[in-house]
């Protein structure tokens, strides 16, 4: 067995463990590489059917073209799509204009993950979180209970020794559960190339730049590149020294900003 077919695999059973135990279930939808590449083994994992809502919170701040790609491929594939938002922190005025990235990232995103989790009495969410995309997430578990408040102690998950995952939850919590663990990025860009997975057009260099990493506009900004293809992106991915998230501000705006926005129930 090949190293891409045996990680997706492993996804694949941890997918099917989640719909298994979890009457209600949904998958988190970024509309980046990594959700879309979760997206794509759970149609795997049902032969082409998603038989569960896929949710995308909307901040309002994502790129025209992301939502193209949300619009077009909800369609194409025939998908129950959910689009949260955080109403009441727009109608307030959130925003980067006047916000720091922390209170726009904490407001807009996990509020309104909290929001839609009560509004449609979630118990389990699927993430596509990697370990080496960010220190903080290397402590997450494949299976991630939280609290009520939906809070996350990284010094509280649960063991999962020899695929041993504790996917059952008690009836006061609910639990992300993350597929994704166990690849790299560079995984991901080979196993795109080898699925043909489509995604968004923002991923490939145009007049020298490109976005490495997608997420609201006000705070993503792009690389210096060449790569406008797959190939090109795979090989410039294994010869880069710089942080995968680069280019996603709130991640630089301190040093605990990513673990205090984890520990408050982010992404």
């Known amino acids: 067995m090949d190293h ?4 997706e695999n492993k996804s ?17 939808w970024s509309i980046g590489k990594d959700s879309t590449t979760l997206l794509w083994l759970v ?6 059917d ?9 901040t309002t701040y994502k790129f025209p073209q992301m939502y193209e790609f949300r ?7 025939g998908l129950n799509l959910m689009i949260e938002k955080n109403q009441s922190a727009l109608n307030r005025g959130i925003g980067y204009a006047t916000h720091d990235g922390f209170t726009c990232c904490h407001e807009l995103k996990t509020v309104a993950l909290q929001q839609a989790i ?10 596509g979180i990697r370990r080496d995309e960010h220190g903080i997430r290397a402590k997450e578990r494949y299976f991630s209970p939280r609290t009520i408040d939906f809070k996350w102690n990284a010094g509280e998950q649960p063991p999962e020794l020899w695929d041993q995952y504790k996917s059952k939850i008690g009836k006061e919590v609910h639990v992300r559960v993350h597929p994704l663990l166990h690849w790299t990025e560079v995984d991901i860009w080979e196993y795109i190339k080898r699925e043909n997975i489509p995604i968004s057009e923002l991923y490939f260099a145009k007049d ?6 997608l997420g609201c506009m006000p705070i993503t900004k792009p690389i210096n590149s060449k790569a406008d293809s797959l190939d090109k992106i795979i090989k410039e991915i294994k010869e880069s020294k710089d942080d995968e998230r680069a280019g996603r501000s709130q991640d630089k705006e301190s040093m605990n900003t990513m673990e205090k926005l984890r520990a408050l129930g982010y992404m």
């Open 4 to 7: 891409l077919t045996a990680l």
């Open 208 to 213: 020298g730049q490109r976005y490495r990493s």
């Open 71 to 77: 619009d077009k491929y909800a369609k194409e594939w």
């Open 43 to 48: 149609r795997k994992a049902f032969f082409g």
């Open 50 to 58: 998603v038989s569960f809502p896929v949710m995308h919170i909307d």
């Open 118 to 127: 009560i509004k449609h009495n979630l118990k389990a969410i699927l993430v």
């Open 12 to 28: 694949i059973y941890i997918i099917r463990e989640a719909f298994n135990q979890y009457k209600s279930l949904t998958l988190l």
